[in-house]
């Protein structure tokens, strides 16, 4: 990876309204040269308004948007650039595979003979060479994906934006796909923003995940920050499963005084909240269970085993604390695992430093 | 197919269609029938009736008008309708929704109103010469009725409607998202409705022409009150051999004639609506 690229994208206090609502609400964004960003957030945060400002389909209300360096807020789509591929694939039915993957090339009056070589070379590219001269209804989904990927990639625009590109397709096929898009991306350096509701693809895809939350952007960063470092409940709990515990801050102790007894906090850090109400967030692979005694310095509860499922390569624990409260622990499991008796007491732990001290949300009421 | 039980069991089904078969049969079937009969038969079997029309300079030359006048007005209203379909097109529904109904408006309307309004609008002393006369400053009388200006301009306004509904359906099955995609990759507007919008219309285009044809070539009330005297056309000539000359078997070929070449264009139709029909191609 480069240390320092220079940023093919800024978006300054990108904003977009309907009426009164702001579907984008004063967003900055910037996104580096062979970057794969990904937008990630429930549906109807903005995901896609974002995309389409950036690509000219939408006009922003205010702010502005820079492509490479250029001004581009009031520029035409058409000369952005750009390449995009769509969910639904949006080739052209009436078009062969070749004539589709042509198009673009002959909208840039490429002469007729380099068309040839390039639509050949990006369809050997994808391993599609045998559909040159279908039309898009005699391929499957994932093909059509994957022509409609080339069908960008032939034209080597510097920026690629993906809305969704993998949501119709099944389990199977996306993981494929999913590869295939992180391959061409590393091979080709091209600078992606995908979009996706999904959290796992986010993961396992991006350098960087850009979550959004009511057209804002809640929290930005590598997928593993995202993960274990959430700023807010709404992060932590967006991405994956998480333990939450409500209480008060006892701000001379340094603990959390819960219904579960008095947990002590993890190191200060800058943005976290002081006094008042606060939310400890603790992942279930950060959590150990005990039979006896847990360290010293470990936060500990008891708790009651309701049940215990091997998932293969991890086995969760779903526990229960005095008063109901669920908790989730996750472990290796391995060929010699022992697993806790169901209805039995054990004491679930877990390091100070592996908790952290969220702000409670008004969306988030009944933990 | 699905394997769902009908709501209606066979018989019960057949008995609630047997009012408008009935009626069909009784108001369409046979005098369609009793029409083809006559064309052969007078006094016994004979095909003088057909005889005497394929010798006809007068038969020919009108078939030659009503085709002329039937296809000038259909590519008119094609020329005229679809820019008017590819703007509904791109208006969002409940904008669209108003100028919907202004198109459909005259599909209400009896055609003999709309014969007579279009009278006062294009006459000598109509409402546009009058208004050229008033922008020139010198009297204006442009002819444009009883003549095949008139005639033309008359179906066209029938057609039009027709025209532009068939071609707006198979705008509609257009996936909005093609021009987006074209777009982000660096088409014009221009090249967009050339290599998209336009041959994915097609179908709606053929099927416009194929109706707006096949109903010219029927035409009646609207030739005989706009159009000139030159412009008599098949309808009027049956018309002619019924109530002028009483001979009723010549004007019962000219029918079946007629039924034969809508017939064909029917046919065609079902073959643009099918197989390689609209949605097939919006898919
Ligand atoms: N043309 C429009 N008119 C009114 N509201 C709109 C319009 N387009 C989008 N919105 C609203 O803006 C908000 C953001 O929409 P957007 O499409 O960006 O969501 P998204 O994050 O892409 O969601 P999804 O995951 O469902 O695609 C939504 O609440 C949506 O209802
Ligand atoms: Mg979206």
């Given at each position: 990876m480069q240390p320092i690229a220079r940023d093919m994208i800024r978006v300054t206090a990108l904003t977009r309204t309907y009426g009164s609502f702001n579907a984008l609400d004063a967003v900055d964004l910037s996104v580096a040269q062979g970057e794969f960003v990904t937008l990630l957030g429930p549906s109807g945060s903005g995901k896609s308004t974002l995309l389409n400002l950036i690509s000219g389909m939408i006009e922003p209300t205010s702010g502005k948007i820079e492509i490479d360096g250029r001004d581009a807020t009031n520029q035409p789509t058409n000369q952005r650039g750009l390449g995009m591929v769509f969910q639904n694939y949006a080739l052209m039915p009436h078009m062969t595979v070749f004539e589709n993957v042509a198009f673009p090339l002959q909208v840039r009056k490429v002469p007729k003979?380099?068309?040839?070589?390039?639509?050949r070379d990006v369809l050997r590219l994808i391993q599609l060479e045998h559909v040159a001269d279908r039309k898009p209804k005699q391929l499957s989904g994932g093909q059509q994906q994957r022509i409609s990927l080339a069908r960008c990639i032939v034209y080597r625009p510097s920026i690629i934006l993906m809305d969704e590109p993998l949501g119709a397709l099944d389990k199977k096929l996306r993981e494929d796909m999913q590869l295939e898009i992180k391959r061409l991306h590393a091979e080709l350096g091209i600078t992606m923003i995908y979009v996706t509701h999904d959290q796992e693809e986010a993961l396992a895809m991006s350098d960087r995940i850009v979550l959004m939350r009511k057209g804002r952007i809640e929290q930005q960063g590598r997928p593993e920050e995202l993960y274990f470092r959430p700023d807010t409940l709404f992060t932590a709990d967006f991405l994956g499963s998480s333990n939450l515990l409500m209480g008060t801050i006892d701000v001379s102790a340094r603990t959390l005084q819960t219904a579960y007894g008095n947990l002590p906090l993890p190191a200060t850090r800058p943005g976290e909240p002081k006094s008042g109400d606060g939310v400890l967030m603790i992942r279930p692979e950060s959590v150990r269970l005990f039979s006896e005694t847990a360290p010293e310095t470990w936060s500990g509860l008891q708790?009651?085993?309701?049940?215990?499922?091997?998932?293969?390569?991890?086995?969760?624990?779903?526990l229960e604390l005095p008063g109901g409260k669920r908790v989730i622990v996750q472990e290796p499991s391995g060929a010699s695992l022992s697993r806790p008796e169901r209805g039995s007491t054990v004491r679930v732990a877990w390091g100070p430093q592996d908790a952290r001290l969220l702000r409670t949300d008004p969306d988030f009421q009944n933990l | 197919m699905s394997e769902t039980k009908p709501y209606l069991d066979r018989w019960a089904g057949l008995a609630l269609l047997l009012p408008m078969?009935?009626?069909?049969?009784?108001?369409?079937?046979?005098?369609?029938?009793?029409t083809v009969w006559q064309s052969f038969y007078e006094y016994g079997f004979t095909l003088r009736a057909y005889e005497t029309l394929l010798s006809s300079t007068l038969f020919w030359k009108v078939l030659k008008t009503t085709f002329a006048i039937s296809f000038t007005a259909t590519i008119v209203a094609l020329l005229a309708g679809y820019p008017v379909a590819l703007h509904l097109s791109r208006l969002p529904p409940q904008r669209r929704m108003p100028y919907l109904v202004m198109v459909m408006l005259p599909f209400w309307t009896s055609i003999l109103v709309k014969s007579f309004a279009l009278i006062v609008l294009l006459g000598y002393d109509g409402i546009v010469n009058n208004a050229l006369s008033f922008v020139f400053g010198s009297p204006i009388h442009i002819p444009m009725?009883?003549?095949?200006?008139?005639?033309?301009?008359?179906?066209?306004?029938?057609?039009?409607?027709f025209m532009i509904l068939s071609i707006l359906s198979s705008l509609l099955t257009q996936d909005v998202n093609l021009?987006?995609?074209?777009?982000?990759?660096?088409?014009?507007?221009?090249?967009?409705?050339?290599?998209?919008?336009?041959?994915?219309?097609?179908?709606?285009v053929l099927a416009g022409v194929l109706i707006s044809f096949t109903l010219s070539i029927g035409m009646?009330?609207?030739?005989?009150?706009?159009?000139?005297?030159?412009?008599?056309?098949?309808?009027?000539?049956?018309?002619?051999?019924?109530?002028?000359?009483l001979d009723w078997p010549l004007a019962s070929a000219i029918a079946v004639v007629l039924l034969l070449v809508s017939g064909v264009l029917v046919a065609m139709l079902g073959q643009v609506r099918g197989a390689g029909g609209m949605k097939e191609m919006a898919r």
């Amino acid at each position: 990876m480069q240390p320092i690229a220079r940023d093919m994208i800024r978006v300054t206090a990108l904003t977009r309204t309907y009426g009164s609502f702001n579907a984008l609400d004063a967003v900055d964004l910037s996104v580096a040269q062979g970057e794969f960003v990904t937008l990630l957030g429930p549906s109807g945060s903005g995901k896609s308004t974002l995309l389409n400002l950036i690509s000219g389909m939408i006009e922003p209300t205010s702010g502005k948007i820079e492509i490479d360096g250029r001004d581009a807020t009031n520029q035409p789509t058409n000369q952005r650039g750009l390449g995009m591929v769509f969910q639904n694939y949006a080739l052209m039915p009436h078009m062969t595979v070749f004539e589709n993957v042509a198009f673009p090339l002959q909208v840039r009056k490429v002469p007729k003979s380099e068309i040839e070589t390039r639509v050949r070379d990006v369809l050997r590219l994808i391993q599609l060479e045998h559909v040159a001269d279908r039309k898009p209804k005699q391929l499957s989904g994932g093909q059509q994906q994957r022509i409609s990927l080339a069908r960008c990639i032939v034209y080597r625009p510097s920026i690629i934006l993906m809305d969704e590109p993998l949501g119709a397709l099944d389990k199977k096929l996306r993981e494929d796909m999913q590869l295939e898009i992180k391959r061409l991306h590393a091979e080709l350096g091209i600078t992606m923003i995908y979009v996706t509701h999904d959290q796992e693809e986010a993961l396992a895809m991006s350098d960087r995940i850009v979550l959004m939350r009511k057209g804002r952007i809640e929290q930005q960063g590598r997928p593993e920050e995202l993960y274990f470092r959430p700023d807010t409940l709404f992060t932590a709990d967006f991405l994956g499963s998480s333990n939450l515990l409500m209480g008060t801050i006892d701000v001379s102790a340094r603990t959390l005084q819960t219904a579960y007894g008095n947990l002590p906090l993890p190191a200060t850090r800058p943005g976290e909240p002081k006094s008042g109400d606060g939310v400890l967030m603790i992942r279930p692979e950060s959590v150990r269970l005990f039979s006896e005694t847990a360290p010293e310095t470990w936060s500990g509860l008891q708790a009651t085993v309701r049940d215990s499922i091997v998932l293969g390569s991890f086995v969760r624990h779903f526990l229960e604390l005095p008063g109901g409260k669920r908790v989730i622990v996750q472990e290796p499991s391995g060929a010699s695992l022992s697993r806790p008796e169901r209805g039995s007491t054990v004491r679930v732990a877990w390091g100070p430093q592996d908790a952290r001290l969220l702000r409670t949300d008004p969306d988030f009421q009944n933990l | 197919m699905s394997e769902t039980k009908p709501y209606l069991d066979r018989w019960a089904g057949l008995a609630l269609l047997l009012p408008m078969a009935a009626l069909l049969a009784i108001f369409f079937v046979y005098p369609l029938a009793r029409t083809v009969w006559q064309s052969f038969y007078e006094y016994g079997f004979t095909l003088r009736a057909y005889e005497t029309l394929l010798s006809s300079t007068l038969f020919w030359k009108v078939l030659k008008t009503t085709f002329a006048i039937s296809f000038t007005a259909t590519i008119v209203a094609l020329l005229a309708g679809y820019p008017v379909a590819l703007h509904l097109s791109r208006l969002p529904p409940q904008r669209r929704m108003p100028y919907l109904v202004m198109v459909m408006l005259p599909f209400w309307t009896s055609i003999l109103v709309k014969s007579f309004a279009l009278i006062v609008l294009l006459g000598y002393d109509g409402i546009v010469n009058n208004a050229l006369s008033f922008v020139f400053g010198s009297p204006i009388h442009i002819p444009m009725v009883f003549n095949r200006v008139g005639a033309i301009l008359g179906m066209v306004n029938y057609l039009l409607p027709f025209m532009i509904l068939s071609i707006l359906s198979s705008l509609l099955t257009q996936d909005v998202n093609l021009g987006r995609a074209a777009e982000v990759m660096g088409a014009s507007r221009f090249t967009i409705f050339r290599r998209i919008t336009l041959p994915l219309s097609m179908p709606g285009v053929l099927a416009g022409v194929l109706i707006s044809f096949t109903l010219s070539i029927g035409m009646y009330i609207t030739p005989a009150l706009l159009g000139g005297r030159q412009d008599m056309m098949m309808a009027n000539l049956i018309d002619f051999y019924t109530r002028q000359t009483l001979d009723w078997p010549l004007a019962s070929a000219i029918a079946v004639v007629l039924l034969l070449v809508s017939g064909v264009l029917v046919a065609m139709l079902g073959q643009v609506r099918g197989a390689g029909g609209m949605k097939e191609m919006a898919r």
